[in-house]
């Protein structure tokens, strides 16, 4: 059970707009900032925003980043085939004193 | 360029001992905090434990705690995951990611951050434990 509450699953169509939640608490995403990453089949994560709204260098602006209170969301539009993958939010834990994962969100491309 | 390379996973027995080793290139590697995160066969992302930069802090996961033991040689640009009395659970995929932070505050045994997120990730090595 991750610290970090998101949706198992989000789909969209080519060219639409979808957001994936991630839920946490005063002690994480509500004193601290917020992370994504993104896994591609097969492959490693890849950081995708950081500080809840900064894109790494490289990663298309279609990709955004907010946070309000203890909830974060991101938002990917004009979705793209090669966008399916899994993306996971997260955000250093005051408690637990390390960083701390969502359980990720499957994005599926219709 | 800035690269991780783990290496040393493998089938090991539960109870049995394994150690991780992580190749870093590209970067400073003295001047960053170290993760290892781990990835069980169709789960999410866990962060095992971390070491700073000059070795004085470090953090475990709960689930760890007391069987691994993280470290680092600054002059081999290398970190490391001794993992002992491994259990079944401990399957996964092992990932060395850099770490990006910015210490808020720290005290004798602990800092937080003003921000904190690993920017570069390994290739990732596994290990399965089974009988």
């Known amino acids: 059970q991750s610290v970090l509450t998101q949706p198992p699953s989000a789909s969209g169509t080519p060219g639409q707009r979808v957001t994936i939640s991630c839920s946490g608490s005063?002690?994480?995403?509500?004193?601290?900032?917020v992370n994504w990453y993104q896994q591609l089949p097969g492959t490693a994560p890849k950081l995708l925003i950081y500080?809840?709204?900064q894109r790494p260098s490289g990663v298309p602006d279609r990709f955004s980043g907010s946070k309000s209170g203890t909830s974060a969301s991101l938002a990917i539009s004009g979705l793209q085939s090669e966008d399916e993958a899994d993306y996971y939010c997260a955000a250093w834990d005051d408690s637990l004193i390390g960083p701390v994962f969502g359980g990720g969100t499957k994005l599926t491309v219709l | 360029q800035v690269q991780l390379v783990e290496s040393g996973g493998g089938l090991v027995k539960p109870g049995g001992s394994l150690r991780l080793s992580c190749a870093a290139s590209g970067f400073s590697f003295s001047d960053y905090y170290m993760s290892w995160i781990r990835q069980a066969p169709g789960k999410g992302l866990e962060w095992v434990s971390y070491r700073s930069s000059s070795s004085r802090y470090t953090n475990y996961a709960d689930s760890v705690k007391g069987r691994f033991t993280i470290s680092r040689d600054n002059a081999k640009n290398s970190l490391y995951l001794q993992m002992n009395s491994l259990r079944v659970e401990d399957t996964a995929v092992y990932y060395c990611?850099?770490?990006?932070?910015?210490?808020?505050?720290?005290?004798?045994?602990?800092?937080?951050?003003?921000?904190?997120?690993?920017?570069?990730w390994g290739k990732g090595t596994t290990v399965t434990v089974s009988s």
């Open positions: 990611a850099r770490d990006s932070a910015e210490m808020r505050y720290c005290n004798s045994t602990s800092c937080q951050p003003h921000y904190y997120y690993m920017d570069v």
């Open positions: 005063s002690s994480n995403i509500g004193s601290n900032s």
């Open positions: 500080n809840n709204n």
